[in-house]
C-alpha cells in the first residue's frame, strides 16, 4: 500500500523546536515533491515548504521564512520539517504530501487553482501553547 506518515507533533511552548517526519512505504520519494501543508481550525489549508527530492530544491512559505528548515534524507525516505521559534499561530494539523510536479506543487502551495497532489498523509498535530 502506497502512503505517506507523518510524525513528531506534539504540543510545546512558545519559542521551542519540533521536527516533523514524513516517511513514505510501499514507494520511494525519488523522484517525487515532497510538500508540507498545515491547516488550523476554521483556517483554510496554508502551504509552508517543499523540497525535490531528487535535487533538494527548496521552497519556504513566507509565514515560516527564517524559522522553519526542510531536508531530506534518501537513505531513510524521509523528509523533515524542522521548526524553530514556534509561535502560537503555528498550530494546526502539518500534513505532508508528494506529487511528481514542482509546478503542480506549488500551485497547490499557493492555492492556485484546484489540482491535487497524487499523495496525502493523515497529519499531526502541532500545538503552540503555554
Known amino acids: 500500500q502506497l502512503q505517506l506518515v507523518e510524525s513528531g507533533g506534539g504540543l510545546v511552548q512558545p519559542g521551542g523546536s519540533l521536527r516533523l517526519s514524513c516517511g513514505a512505504s510501499g514507494f520511494t520519494l525519488d523522484p517525487y515533491v515532497v510538500g508540507w501543508f498545515r491547516q488550523a481550525p476554521g483556517k483554510e489549508r496554508e502551504g509552508v515548504s517543499c523540497i525535490n527530492f531528487s535535487d533538494g530544491k527548496t521552497y519556504i512559505g513566507d509565514s515560516v521564512k527564517g524559522r522553519f528548515t526542510i531536508s531530506r534524507d534518501n537513505a531513510k525516505n524521509t523528509v523533515y520539517l524542522q521548526m524553530n521559534n514556534l509561535k502560537p499561530e503555528d498550530t494546526g494539523v502539518y500534513y505532508c504530501?508528494?506529487?511528481?510536479?514542482?509546478?503542480?506543487?506549488?500551485?497547490?502551495?499557493?492555492?492556485?487553482?484546484?489540482?491535487?497532489?497524487?499523495?496525502w498523509g493523515k497529519g499531526t498535530l502541532v500545538t503552540v501553547s503555554s
Open positions: 504530501a508528494a506529487d511528481l510536479s514542482w509546478v503542480a506543487t506549488m500551485n497547490v502551495m499557493r492555492g492556485v487553482g484546484r489540482a491535487g497532489m497524487d499523495y
